[in-house]
């Protein structure tokens, strides 16, 4: 336990995802679709669609990867990219955070180092498109300082369940 308790405040390390980040971030994101009920994604991840998705897509503005300060592996991403439904000078974001074991300050220090990234490069905005069934997304772009501005109702999930999307803006 005294190990956990002097981590729990460590500072969490964010930096560029890299390719050798992406089989550990595989394994976060299938825990996470695994799971059910947090991601728009619902088929699992190949290492190679996942990075081809994370590294290489040309909509990508950047991608972030926190490191567990106790072992310095890959604890979770976020992910921003360009989307045609948006302004140009808006970013499209997705957050994904290991579920176990669950790293407190995840997700805050991703958005530190990817509203710096996004600001330092001309954007104005960050969007962020959320299930409504995804309580903890909901609230954790809420405490960030998101703020909701459309809702696209009943999209169909892959076996038909009709699910709204909410959308949230971070205005930079």
Not at 41 to 57: I, K, M, N, S, V
Not at 85 to 109: N, Q
Request: aromatic share 6%; with cysteine.
């Amino acid at each position: 336990m005294h190990k956990t308790a002097m981590t729990a405040h460590a500072p969490i390390p964010v930096r560029p995802t890299e390719p050798a980040d992406i089989s550990a971030l595989t394994a976060i994101i299938n825990a996470i679709i695994a799971i059910g009920g947090t991601t728009a994604y619902q088929d699992p991840f190949t290492e190679a669609t996942l990075g081809a998705h994370l590294l290489d897509d040309p909509r990508l503005i950047c991608c972030h990867t926190a490191l567990d300060p106790a072992d310095g592996l890959p604890a979770g991403y976020q992910v921003l990219k360009r989307h045609p439904d948006l302004p140009e000078d808006w970013g499209d974001i997705a957050s994904f955070a290991r579920p176990a074991p669950k790293l407190p300050g995840v997700g805050r220090a991703l958005f530190s180092a990817t509203s710096a990234f996004a600001r330092d490069n001309g954007l104005v905005a960050i969007n962020a498109t959320i299930r409504a069934d995804n309580q903890s997304g909901l609230g954790y772009y809420g405490r960030i300082g998101f703020e909701d501005y459309a809702v696209a109702r009943a999209i169909p999930l892959k076996d038909g369940t009709p699910v709204d999307r909410v959308s949230k803006r971070f205005m930079l």
